[in-house]
């Protein structure tokens, strides 16, 4: 499974935007790049994926490299229910694994 | 709207006791289904993924074991805990062609 490497740990302010990197230099193809995070003792909830271009939706944004071999998460005003876990994660595409490999991922503190 | 069950929330068991926990997902067919382990201050292991009944694709060599008996019931089992076994236990699903898994509630299992 193709690999990510994200920092350890982030911090942010309160109503402030956060760029969590990820990277991910030896995606293929067919990679999706996904977006999980984990609340404390819950399980993890889905973010957000994509392929090539740059997403949006109502949680966050996804900046995705033109080479592909890193990402960023921009969450635009950070909350304090946005502390937690965030996990950047390859999948293979259609006909690939279906199955999700989690690496350690950023732990995010808002400060108020 | 399709929800995921699991129980029991917590579980404390003693070193070579059986295990048997339950994950049922309701108002889809045909899900993929996975099971994943945390260890405490670790990121989450997929430990077994089925696409179908009685379909199971395990990831790491363990004393654990899981089932698929029903098109929506997931059940990981032990025939004998180990201290090691201690962590928490989530079940999540996903539609076959895998674009976000949802995870349940998640279970806390405690090896003493």
Redesign the interface.
């Known amino acids: 499974d193709a690999k990510t490497t994200q920092p350890n740990s982030m911090e942010s302010n309160e109503e402030e935007p956060v760029h969590l990197p990820c990277n991910h230099s030896t995606i293929s193809g067919t990679d ?1 790049i996904h977006w ?1 995070r ?1 609340l404390p ?6 973010v957000i ?1 994509g392929l090539t271009s740059n997403v949006n939706n109502r949680m966050a944004s996804l900046a995705i490299a033109e080479d592909r071999k890193s990402s960023t998460l921009i969450l635009h005003r950070a909350t304090l229910r946005d502390a937690a876990v965030y ?1 950047c994660i390859l ?1 293979g595409g ?1 006909g690939g694994s ?8 950023t732990k995010l503190t808002v400060n108020p | 709207s399709q929800t995921i069950h699991q129980w029991p929330a917590t579980l404390v068991q003693p070193v070579g006791s059986p295990l048997s926990l339950e994950c049922t997902v309701e108002g889809t067919s045909n899900p ?1 289904l ?1 099971w ?1 382990r945390q260890a405490a201050g ?5 430990l077994f ?1 089925s ?1 179908g009944i009685g379909q199971i694709s395990s ?1 790491v060599p363990q004393n654990l074991s899981a089932s698929r008996p029903q098109d929506r019931q997931f059940i990981l089992s032990s025939k004998k805990l180990l201290l090691s076994d201690s962590g ?1 236990y ?1 079940c ?1 699903w ?1 539609y076959p ?10 279970t ?1 299992l405690t090896v003493l």
């Open positions: 999706y999980y984990q003792s819950q399980g993890p909830e889905y994926h996990y999948r259609w279906e199955k999700l490999v989690f690496g350690k991922g | 993929n996975y994943y670790r990121g989450l292991q997929l993924y696409v990831e928490f989530l999540a996903s062609v895998v674009n976000e898994q949802f995870f349940g509630p998640g806390r």
